[in-house]
């Protein structure tokens, strides 16, 4: 129950994950009570663990892998004369088989 005086601060800065399993592997999380003569004081601290790279031992307490949110593209191979013969997949095994899609336009 709370009482007619209570009172919520939060303090925040940067950016930390709120759900999901990152939440549980990047974020620790402390909770104290501190009881005063006038009442009782709750403190609840959230801090976000870095990303330490293998091999960087600056950042003590970070983790070995980065956030799953980061997205890395890889650059499609280039098309060869192989990709396109018949009675592969997507072939339809007729006379047109052999033009390139260059030559389809």
Not at 56 to 70: E, S
Not at 72 to 86: R, V, W
Request: aromatic content about 8%; overall charge positive.
């Amino acid at each position: 129950l709370r009482q007619q005086r209570a009172k919520s601060m939060k303090y925040k800065k940067g950016y930390i994950v709120s759900t999901g399993h990152p939440q549980k592997v990047f974020v620790d999380e402390a909770i104290r009570h501190v009881f005063f003569k006038q009442g009782v004081m709750g403190v609840r601290v959230k801090i976000m663990l870095p990303y330490c790279p293998p091999g960087d031992r600056r950042k003590r307490g970070g983790l070995p892998f980065p956030l799953p949110d980061k997205v890395k593209f890889i650059e499609p191979k280039p098309d060869t004369e192989a990709d396109y013969l018949p009675g592969r997949d997507g072939g339809a095994g007729g006379a047109n088989d052999e033009q390139t899609p260059a030559q389809d336009e």
